[in-house]
């Protein structure tokens, strides 16, 4: 068949709309018109050439949600009709890594994922004999795509697919970095590093976990206000407090009798190795760990003195929040439709795909907070 969809041409180039040939799905994948896709950070920092996995041409996008309208041989979970999460972290229930109960990094499909291919080591887009390469397992920049049938989360039908979407990436991120990786208990203090579409999210999870003190940190103060509306109780500009924002926070989260200070839990949602360290350094003596989400480019690296690890601050990462995507995904979708999270507000930009080029734009002038195309 063909399909519509934005092809990453090379590095550093607007995305190009076009028609490209997809083949049908084969053993074990499904066939999926995608209905919605939200553009992440992470889109741009591929096509920015800066991703070390990044290749070209591909078909970018991992935030989307649609409906499977076919299935390869030996698909089971899944069935003609439902409305399904791609998962760019999937989960196979199978592999050492699953079994072990301890990541949610399935390593079932990673090698060929990371290679751009599907599971066998082909790709199903092409355009004439040229290859396009998949993105992230999910390219979900094209109406239709083939994904393995561990890579798909089914989800209530009557959830709205334009708001959904965020949840394949954005919503996941942040609510469960705060819940499955930090494992914020109620009364914490916290600082974000970063209020786009994950630090929001982030804020959100620590209102949802009980934080008492939510510290959000951005060099744009049209951030203020959106934090605030998710439960920020402070806003910090670096710009506006002078050479050194790691004083000034580990003051600000002095409590009490406890005049140390530093946060129990931070939070990097900006993929700058600098914020990274200033997180960990803002994190408290003792016990305070500090989580990063941000991706950071080719080459750059995190430093800090190790004495911060030796007394007592920790250093973590999380991808996909942590989450178990076949698991936890469809959960996250009923908690959206029962009123328990938002993601309406933060879907700031609408567009058909012809104007995706937009979205990315709107990104850079730090206007929106998540754009989303819909097909
Ligand atoms: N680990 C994971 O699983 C995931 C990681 N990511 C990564 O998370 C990061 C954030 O993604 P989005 O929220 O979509 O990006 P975004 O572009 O919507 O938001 C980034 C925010 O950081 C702020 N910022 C930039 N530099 C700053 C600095 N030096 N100090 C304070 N604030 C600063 C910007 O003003 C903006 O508000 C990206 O690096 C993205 O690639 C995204 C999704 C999943
Ligand atoms: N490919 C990159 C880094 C990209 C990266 O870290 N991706 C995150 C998800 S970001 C989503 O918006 C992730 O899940 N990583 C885990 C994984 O297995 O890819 C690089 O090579 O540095
Ligand atoms: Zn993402
Ligand atoms: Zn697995």
Known sequence: MRTRAALAVEAGKPLVVTEVELEGPRAGEVLVEVKATGICHTDDFTLSGADPEGL???????????????????????KKGDHVIPLYTPECRACPSCLSRKTNLCTAIRATQGQGLMPDGTSRFSIGKDKIHHYMGCSTFANFT???????????????????????????????????????????????????????????????????????????????????????????????????????????????????GGADYTFDCTGNTKVMRQALEASHRGWGKSVVIGVAGAGQEIATRPFQLVTGRSWMGTAFGGARGRTDVPRIVDWYMEGKIEIDPMITHTMPLDDINRGFELMHSGESIRSVVLY
């Open 56 to 78: 070209f041409p591909a078909i970018l996008g991992h935030e989307g949600a649609g409906i499977v309208v076919d299935v390869g041989p030996g698909v089971t979970s899944v």
């Open 146 to 260: 083939v994904l393995p049938e561990i890579a798909v989360a089914k989800v209530n039908p009557d959830a709205p697919f334009d708001k959904i979407c965020y949840i394949g990436c954005g919503v996941t991120t942040g609510i469960g970095a705060v819940i499955n990786t930090a494992r914020v208990e109620i009364g914490s203090t916290a600082i974000v590093f970063g209020l786009g579409g994950i630090g929001l999210n982030v804020i959100q999870g620590l209102r949802l976990a009980g934080a008492d003190m939510i510290i959000g940190v951005d060099l744009n103060n049209d951030k203020k206000e959106w934090g605030e509306r998710f439960g920020m109780t402070h806003f910090v500009n670096p710009k506006e407090v002078g050479d050194d924002i790691v004083p000034y926070l580990v003051n600000l989260t002095k409590r009490g009798a406890d005049q140390i």
